[in-house]
């Protein structure tokens, strides 16, 4: 890394590449999936002058703690091979990766599906800044199961886990957020709002990991990610100010509330039941149970919705002095109208139990506001009215509402209707330019998806 | 203070930026303080600090270690941001933050901490010294055009 004119310093970080085989496979799926690479480094020095030039490579943390910070092993050392992990939490922690793997690749294509229709320049070159380091986090995950010997727990030779995960398509992938399309553009924003914030608690969790190596890679990716999350806050920001001085614009409050309640449940679903996760915290792999992180993830997302608020109330009130304008948004939050102003033309988080596919509140059919609805029919059409309407063609909300009849029929079990997964996409094939990488082959319908559970 | 807890600055840290800014200035300019801590955020969020008494952000301090400006070749960190609520002034707010930043310096290698301060700025001219600074061996130019 050059060290020169201004380049911020990272001493901590040590680069390890990933044996070429590997690395052209990932080179590879990125020319396939992400062909918006190659723009970055065209516009790095416009709109990141004098940042550290991105690289491809995993990062190592240097001087972490190389004892066990949580669990039945506190205060032992931590494993450096797998094979010095209790087999369940060697397990249990490959699943963790693998599942972390597909969810860094699965944003990239996703966010690929709406980059061209971008409408705002900086809002485009954030995204794929974003997608570039997505790439590396998938690329450090990899590094992860390529340069130790996983077969005490799986038969799965390396090679086979890097093509599986290289495979998933959007609908393939290990976590429902990251099997749904993006309707618009906006969704690569409320998107890295609300799931890269769920990342960031995942990747803050693991920091304490008793795999060394793993505990080893979260800093890193954690710098990243703290861009990720303002990739999305301050452009939701300027909607909201744009939307408080134009009734024109083209984002209005209603249609960037329905984006959050599109992604928020399922950002909530990322960290497994509610009533797990003491299982990765006593094994050592993670610091806090699923219902604690949740319920920080929740507090956090409420700050946020506070701080885009202020700014469309401030915009409202341009003529108002700072604390007249903090004192109007404290009297609409509680229901006041000021100056005209509701409370409801202000975002809020839908009620955690709204439109919930996986963990404690699972098909329960509770509406944004808390309430709770008996007749499944009213409650899709309450569902409906509350989410993003290019949303309700998908093949995703066909199989919820699919599935959210039959659970209020008792014509299937709620633990299948969890698992159930819309199968957007096989997992299988030829790579379209047959050259490199094989595909795995196909697996069985439903053989997807539904990872949620894996945090026990 | 005893509730007083310094921790790197978020995203969501900016429109509390923006409000001390203000109670300082008398301006409000969130675009300016969204493109300053961005900055600082997408190169290492880990340098630039906050302090938070009872979960409100009453101080912050950008700043990061870079080398080779100004032929001065050394890793160098530079303290570039900062602002205390005028509330929260007079109870160690900004030592805190200061101690923070330099922990921050020197595990990125830097053996020294630089800033500059207008000579019109008396008050932060003193809170500067007072942390240990004292003038460097440089000349600030600067040419009008």
Not at chain 1, 299 to 322: F, G, Q, T
Request: proline letters at 5%; charged letters at 30%; a negative charge.
């Amino acid at each position: 890394m050059p060290y020169a004119g201004g380049y911020p310093r990272h001493m901590s970080d040590e680069i390890r590449m990933l044996p070429r085989a590997y690395h052209e496979a990932v080179e590879h799926w990125q020319r396939h999936n992400f062909p918006e690479y190659p723009e970055l480094s065209k516009r790095w020095q416009q709109y990141f002058p004098k940042d550290q030039e991105f690289c491809l490579c995993a990062r190592i943390e240097k001087g972490m703690p190389t004892e066990i910070q949580v669990g039945d092993h506190v205060g032992q050392p931590k494993a450096i091979a797998p094979k010095e992990l209790d087999k369940e939490a060697a397990e249990q922690l490959l699943a963790i990766i693998r599942a972390q793997a597909s969810t860094e690749f699965g944003s990239i294509q996703q966010h690929h599906g709406t980059f061209d229709r971008a409408n705002d320049p900086q809002d485009q070159t954030w995204v794929l800044r974003v997608m570039a380091e997505e790439l590396r986090h998938g690329y450090q995950m990899i590094h992860l199961l390529t340069s130790a010997d996983w077969s005490s727990v799986t038969d799965t030779k390396p090679q086979d886990m890097v093509e599986e995960i290289l495979s998933m398509k959007t609908g393939s992938h290990v976590l429902a957020a990251f099997n749904l399309e993006y309707d618009s553009f906006g969704d690569s924003i409320v998107f890295a709002a609300f799931i890269d914030r769920v990342g960031k608690y995942q990747l803050t969790m693991q920091k304490v990991n008793a795999y060394a190596p793993m505990a080893a890679s979260m800093p890193p990716m954690l710098r990243e990610e703290a861009f990720h999350l303002a990739a999305g806050v301050i452009p939701m920001r300027r909607w909201m100010e744009a939307a408080a001085r134009d009734r024109n614009a083209t984002l209005d409050v209603p249609t960037i509330q329905k984006m959050v309640n599109k992604w928020f449940c399922r950002g909530l679903e990322m960290f497994g039941d509610e009533r797990g996760g003491q299982t990765n915290v006593k094994l050592g792999l993670k610091d806090m149970p699923n219902k604690e992180a949740q319920d920080k993830y929740i507090a956090e997302c409420e700050k946020m919705l506070d701080d885009i608020n202020i700014r469309y109330v401030r915009a409202k009130l341009a003529h108002r002095s700072r604390d007249e304008a903090d004192a109007a948004f404290e009297r609409i939050r509680k229901g006041d109208t000021v100056d005209g102003i509701r409370k409801d033309d202000l975002l809020r988080l839908p009620d955690r139990r709204f439109f919930r596919r996986r963990g404690e509140p699972a098909f329960q059919m509770v509406g944004v506001n808390g309430e709770q609805f008996t007749d499944v029919e009213e409650y899709i059409a309450h569902c409906l009215a509350h989410l993003p309407e290019a949303y309700h063609a998908s093949i995703d909300t066909k199989h919820w509402i699919e599935m959210q009849r039959k659970v209020a029929k008792g014509e299937i079990e709620l633990k299948a209707a969890i698992n159930s997964m819309p199968r957007l996409a096989r997992v299988g094939g030829a790579c379209p330019c047959s050259k490199s990488v094989r595909w795995v082959m196909d697996v069985p319908g439903g053989a997807t998806g539904g990872g949620e559970n894996l945090n026990p | 203070m005893a509730d007083l807890r310094i921790r790197s600055v978020t995203e969501l840290d900016i429109e509390a930026i923006c409000k001390i800014d203000e109670r300082i200035t008398g301006k409000y300019r969130p675009e300016v303080w969204d493109d300053r801590v961005i900055y600082y955020i997408r190169r290492d969020p880990d340098s630039s600090q906050v302090a938070e008494v009872g979960g409100k952000v009453v101080g912050f301090m950008l700043g990061e270690v870079r080398g080779g400006e100004f032929g001065l070749e050394e890793p160098t960190g530079w303290v570039e941001f900062f602002g205390v609520d005028p509330q929260a002034r007079e109870k160690g707010v900004g030592r805190s933050l200061i101690e923070a930043l330099f922990t921050g310096f020197k595990a990125r290698g830097a053996h020294v901490a630089r800033t500059m301060v207008a000579k019109t700025d008396t008050d932060i001219d003193a809170f500067i010294r007072a942390m240990g600074f004292a003038p460097a061996a440089v000349t600030a130019f600067e040419k009008r055009l």
